[in-house]
């Protein structure tokens, strides 16, 4: 069986066609047009023998009712636009739609991982920090579809403002944003997470700005593995990409947990920059298996 995926992003709308076993077929990018709509439409033309649509898109969903209820304005939605149903109607096959960040933790579940592992939290940090709860074999999405949200939790005491509108959330210091901004105190040459990676291993400074955020990112961390007792945590975001960042972020761990939790395994995501389509196809294949 195949489905159709489809990843809706503020630049562009990615899709292809995906296999049982992740395969991507047919893979397209469209730049992101003014009505997401049309947009998902004009990149499903030419696909055909898929039994179900998966679309993975930002903003926040009722994944229940195949609703997008809001999106910052960089995202061309109605409030409240029922995506499933107009997609659906269209194309004639069930259409399930679902926040990247959720579908994320759903791609890594069934292609990634968190193959084989029932219960796992997944986190993304990027220019902020997005979270998803993975337990009993199934996405925790809390009674607003809000659950997960790490990102907003205060680390800090009346710290940092957050663009939220509170002070010393969890991204404002354990970010990719706030990872940079540590390093360029250090140079201001250190200006992404992939020249931070490169460099740390031969700039004492650097490292310890790094060692910093670590600690950061693992205080968040704690508080997750002390709620939820999870066997693994999956770290995604392109800084997580790199194994050494990962390797720190594990051996800096053990410092903010309680020694009996020490077992947590502590993993890079696996489905990259694919994330967001294999999350839909991974949403599409049980929405098919419903039908
Ligand atoms: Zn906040």
Redesign the pocket.
Known sequence: MKVLAIDVGGTAIKSALVCDNGELIDFRELPTPAVIAEGILEAARGYSGYAAVGISTAGLVDYKQGVVIFSSAALGYRDNEPLAEEIGSVLGVPVVVENDVNAAALGEAKFGAGRGCSDFVCLTYGTSIGGALYLNGDLYRGSRNMAGEI??VATHAFGRP???G?QG?Y??YASVTALVRMAMEVDPAYASGRIIAEKMGGDPWLMAAVSAWADEVCVGLAGLIHVFDPPRVILGGGVMSDPAIVDIIRETLPEHILASYGSVEIRGAETGNRAGLLGAAALAFGEAAKA
């Open positions: 990102g907003h957050c663009p939220c509170k959330c991204s404002e």
